[in-house]
């Protein structure tokens, strides 16, 4: 018997291909070949604990853990979103995010896609099943989060999440979803929340961008958080030079979270900086949101160039930058060193 598939499901599957290869094509762009030079010694590999059995699991994902030797009092817990093609592994070792939970006290957890729910191990964020508050990957997340903080004594007044691309605009869906349970986004290269509902839409806004007006961004958030009055601060990033996520999407970010906040957009107050510009809105009584744009950036997680290369060969998806994208999230989160 001989089974055939649908159109529109074939035009997806074949758009999810696309998509694939549109990822590893652009961040693949130029490829170094190897020196004779020795190279350095890679900082050792920190250990990441799998978390088997934390919830029901409905959006089949796996958790990685790690803890620190010295964690601190009610420690904080940062959550990190890989994005497509990487693991928690390549993600960890390439950004040195352990170092600063070690240097802070503070846990850190990295829910992982598994290829059987996306070959490219991106993060199902174009998906409505797997970003609908309680179902699918959002839940199995909050269900992680829930079991770090019960079992390590966190402060849930200090949950924090960033991502990386997919993993970005699956922290959008998590903040929308669960707005009370954050401290502190940050979306690198992501999307605005509500921008595609299949991998085909998916794959052209990303390109191209959305002409959506604020408040049709503003809706989506509304539609699921209508009560929510009180958000906590969004930083997002974004590189000038990114052929992955065109930079159109952040700003598309910034306008639904502004249009959200009820945030006048002319109240920005733009910065110029040796890496690109920061800009800065407030809200009450302290930065809102927060926007980074690295000019000749590409797409990808910024990191100090002090970091070792050779910890970062295995992941291009970390780039080095005028700017290190973990130390200052320590900063506007106020994770600070613990005491000597």
């Avoid at 020196?35 to 089949?60: D, K």
């Avoid at 992680?144 to 200090?158: A, P």
């Avoid at 990808?300 to 998806?317: E, H, I, K, Q, T």
Wanted: proline residues 7%.
């Amino acid at each position: 018997m001989t089974l055939k598939i649908s159109k529109p499901l074939s035009k997806i599957l074949r758009a999810q291909k696309k998509f694939g290869r549109l990822v590893e094509a652009s961040l693949h762009l130029k490829q170094k070949s190897r020196s004779t030079q020795r190279p350095r010694a890679a900082a050792p590999r920190a250990a990441l604990m799998a978390v088997a059995e934390f919830g029901s699991n409905p959006g089949r994902l796996s958790m990685k853990l790690f803890v620190p030797p010295r964690v601190a009092a009610n420690p904080a817990l940062v959550v990190i979103l890989h994005g497509c093609r990487q693991t928690p592994e390549s993600l960890e070792d390439a950004s040195g995010f352990s170092r600063l939970a070690t240097e802070r006290g503070f846990i850190l957890l990295y829910p992982q896609q598994r290829d059987t729910n996306n070959t490219q191990r991106c993060f199902n964020w174009f998906r409505p099943s797997a970003v609908t508050r309680d179902r699918g990957e959002v839940m199995s997340i909050r269900q992680m989060i829930e079991h770090t903080c019960r079992n390590r004594g966190v402060d849930r007044s200090r949950v924090y999440i960033a991502g990386l691309s997919a993993g970005g605009a699956l922290a959008a869906a998590l903040l929308v979803s669960y707005p009370k349970l954050f401290a502190g986004v940050a979306i690198f290269a992501g999307m605005p929340y509500g921008a595609a509902r299949d991998a085909v839409s998916a794959m052209r806004l990303m390109k191209s961008g959305s002409s959506r007006s604020p408040a049709e961004w503003g809706d989506f958030v509304r539609a699921v958080s209508p009560t929510q009055k009180i958000w906590p601060p969004i930083s997002i990033w974004q590189g000038t030079g990114d052929r992955v996520v065109a930079p159109q999407n952040a700003e598309a970010c910034v306008s639904q979270w502004l249009n959200v906040l009820k945030i006048e957009a002319a109240t920005g107050r733009p910065q110029q900086k040796p890496w690109g510009t920061l800009t800065r809105w407030d809200g009450s009584s302290k930065t809102q949101i927060s926007l980074y744009q690295l000019k000749h950036f590409g797409h990808g997680l910024p990191v100090s160039a002090a970091r070792s290369n050779s910890s970062r060969a295995a992941d291009p998806y970390v780039i080095d930058a005028g700017i290190s994208g973990p130390k200052e999230l320590m900063r506007i989160w106020g994770l600070k060193r613990l005491p000597v």
